[in-house]
Every structure is written in C-alpha cells, then in structure tokens.
C-alpha cells in the first residue's frame, strides 16, 4: 500500500489545545477516516517549534482526501483546526498538506534485496 508523508506548522502557542483535541478525535470523524480508505494514520509533533509530520498509508492520497472532502464530519474538523496552523492562508489544514518524498523504506529494501538473492540462487 503506497506510503505518504506530510508537514504543516502548529501555532507554537496552540500546541497543547492541538494536542488535547487529539486525544479524543470525534467517533464520527475517526469513522469517516476508516471509511475513506486512511489507513495507519499518524500525526507527530515537534514540541520545540510544531513542526507536525503526518504519515498515511492509501491506495490513492487524492482519492482518500476528496472522499473526507464529501463528509459534512470533515467540514466540521477541518474548521476548527484551521486555527492551529499557520502558512495556511485561511485554507483547511487537510488541503495543505506538503507531501515528503519517500527516499528510504527498510522493508521495501530488504525485500528487493531478498529478491536479488534469490535470482542469483537459481541462476
């Protein structure tokens, strides 16, 4: 399943609001994040500046963002966290996502390395 990685910046002096809204994400919101396809959702917060790197597995990020797009839950979340950020011009957080290229995965490595191996083994 493709990987996605992403930064925005908290207001360093809302980080601790930020930090409690996630605690307890609505059930409702959480429900939609399942049903849109977001799998092994993280978000990660640097406490010195609030640098927040968020990492997402989905078989398409566009797809999975348009379909919480469609969901009057999203609407709602993405209005109050708006306040959070800033560098996002008054947009929602969700659609300012800058996305990090990937340039190491462990797994994704061994795995070819493992391949490798094995067509030098049987040829």
Do not use: K
Not at 6 to 35: C, G, I, K, N, T
Not at 78 to 102: C, H, K, S, W, Y
Request: hydrophobic share 40%.
């Amino acid at each position: 399943m493709p990987r996605y990685c992403f930064s925005l910046q908290v207001r360093p002096d809302r980080m601790a609001e930020y930090v409690e809204r996630h605690e307890a994400v609505w059930p409702e919101m959480l429900a939609a994040l399942d049903e849109t396809g977001w799998r092994n959702y993280s978000l990660f917060l640097r406490e010195d500046d609030g640098l927040l790197i968020g990492y997402v597995e989905a078989d398409d990020l566009a797809a999975a963002q348009a379909a919480m797009d469609a969901t009057e839950v999203n609407a709602r979340w993405q209005a109050q966290m708006t306040e959070f950020f800033t560098g996002i011009d008054g947009r929602a957080p969700d659609q300012n996502f800058v996305l990090l290229r990937e340039v190491f995965n462990l797994d994704d490595q061994l795995a070819s390395s493992r391949h490798a191996e094995e067509s030098n083994r049987h040829d």
